[in-house]
């Protein structure tokens, strides 16, 4: 394989392989909010440092390094900042972003609902569905994948109308 070749493959591959783990941002977004890290840092009210992020996240020693790789992936993506931490003898501490700010719970332009309904397992299960809707007659994507419409799933699963109310 010639040089260009070999820069046109490894471009490819770098597409294709964000294309293939671009799921994993919404899915670490979700999983922060669940674990409830903005609240977290910004009830903290500066910096927190991994320890005191594992301490208040009641995380086990065992899984600290996950911890540690979880908030850098965030970090890389902008969602939250790493800082030195001039009290703690230059630990890492980590800080709320601008976005990360929009996930705060007491925030009123919060967005964690949003980030909740459109990472819902079931609701996204929709989109498996893209191939089967583009060649059929339904009217929606939900509608092939459902068997209703929107509005139509929303009134048979109370706990998703609320919840896309509250995305309103």
């Known amino acids: 394989m010639d040089n260009q070749n070999a820069i046109e493959f490894f471009e490819g591959q770098n597409l294709l392989y964000m294309q293939i783990f671009g799921n994993l941002r919404p899915v670490c977004l979700m999983w922060a909010c669940e674990l409830g890290i903005p609240d977290i840092i910004s009830n903290h009210g500066k910096p927190i440092t991994l320890l005191e992020l594992v301490s208040a996240l009641q995380i ?42 929009l996930l705060v719970n007491d925030s009123i332009h919060c967005l964690s609902p949003m980030l909740q309904f459109m990472t819902d397992p079931f609701l996204t299960n929709a989109y498996h569905h893209l191939g089967e809707w583009m060649r059929g ?32």
Request: with cysteine; aromatic share 12%.
């Open 60 to 101: 086990p020693p065992s899984k600290v390094g996950f911890v540690k790789r979880f908030m850098r992936f965030l970090a890389h993506n902008r969602i939250f900042d790493i800082h030195e931490s001039q009290e703690d003898h230059h630990e890492l501490a980590y800080a709320l972003t601008p976005a990360s700010k």
């Open 137 to 168: 007659d339904d009217p929606t994507l939900c509608e092939t994948a459902f068997g209703t419409t929107l509005w139509g799933l929303l009134e048979k699963k109370p706990s998703y109308n609320s919840l896309f109310n509250q995305v309103m």
